[in-house]
Structures are given as structure tokens and as C-alpha cells.
């Protein structure tokens, strides 16, 4: 059995990249268990920290408890989402306490542009190598929303066996790793 932590950094209700965590939910190999982070937190602030938010403890238990982490990320700006890094922020926090340090991560994203995620991605994954987490390098997902997923919010058939390989390289990286 392996738990992963499914943090999507996007909070709109139809967005491409919840669409992609789903698809990869579906695809990953049996015996996979994934729980998704609510990220809808309070903004940072250390002055928080003495009475640390409830919602925050929980993101930071989840991340604790699972065995990977696979952070969806759109891309805003050339960069990855202001929600994404609060909530990383969190369960960073407080100083010597980094739910983080040496989980196993793959980071994945969607979007209609032409670059996908790549700058969003590279931006994440040095945050993540400061935090001291084992990345997965291969295979990336830059998932092309347009043609990736149907209207309805569902994966293509020409990118499920794509999806498939990566759940279940992502999967065997987390076995790996597991202590």
C-alpha cells in the first residue's frame, strides 16, 4: 500500500490541473491511495506559528503521513501559485519542523499554453530541493490541457497510457525511497 499527498495549486473549481491529479488517481497501480490537501489556508505569518492554525496542522499530518508527495501546479506568471507555496510555507513551519524533509515528490502540471508548466516546475523544484525532498526527475508531465482532457474534465484515451507510465513510475519511486 502507498499513501500520496496530493497538493493541486489551484483552487478553481474546474481547474485543468484538479483534473489532472484525478486522472492520475484513476490510472495509479492498485493499492495506491492518494488524499488531497486542502490549501484554501490563512496567508503565512510566523506571528501564526505560537497558535498554529488547525487547518495548517492538518495539511502538515497529511504530508507527515503519507508516503509521496505529488505537487499539480498551474503556472501563473512564469512561476508556480501563490496557494501552492502558502501552503508549503505551512507545512515547512515552524523552523526544525519540515513535514517535507526527505519525502519522496514528483511535480506534474497543466495548462492551454504552449510551455505548459516548465517554468512553474523548474521554480517548484528549487523550493523543493531546498526543502530537502527526494524528486522524481523522470518521466515529466507538462500535460497540454487542451488536448490532454475532454470537455468534461476527463483524460483523452491518447494520454492515459502517458499518465499510466508516470503514476506507476512515481509509485515505484516512492517504494524506493519508503524507510
Request: glycine share 8%.
Amino acid at each position: 500500500m502507498t499513501s500520496i499527498a496530493v497538493l493541486v495549486g489551484s483552487l478553481r473549481e474546474d481547474s485543468f490541473n484538479k483534473s489532472l491529479a484525478e486522472a492520475i488517481e484513476t490510472l495509479a497501480p492498485e493499492g495506491t491511495t492518494f488524499e488531497t490537501g486542502d490549501l484554501n489556508l490563512p496567508l503565512f505569518n510566523q506571528d501564526l506559528e505560537a497558535d498554529f492554525p488547525a487547518k495548517a496542522k492538518e495539511l502538515k499530518d497529511l504530508v507527515e503521513r503519507s508516503d509521496g508527495v505529488l505537487f499539480v501546479t498551474p503556472e501563473y506568471n512564469r512561476s508556480f501559485s501563490g496557494v501552492l507555496k502558502n501552503g508549503i510555507d505551512w507545512a515547512s513551519r515552524p523552523w526544525g519542523q519540515n513535514s517535507f524533509n526527505g519525502k519522496p515528490v514528483a511535480i506534474v502540471g497543466a495548462s492551454i499554453g504552449a510551455l505548459g508548466t516548465t517554468q512553474a516546475q523548474a521554480a517548484l523544484r528549487n523550493s523543493l530541493v531546498y526543502l530537502n525532498t527526494e524528486i522524481m526527475g523522470q518521466p515529466e508531465v507538462y500535460f497540454n490541457a487542451t488536448t490532454g482532457l475532454n470537455q468534461d474534465g476527463s483524460v483523452a484515451d491518447d494520454a492515459k497510457d502517458f499518465l499510466t507510465d508516470f503514476a506507476n513510475a512515481f509509485v515505484a519511486f516512492i517504494e524506493k525511497h519508503k524507510n
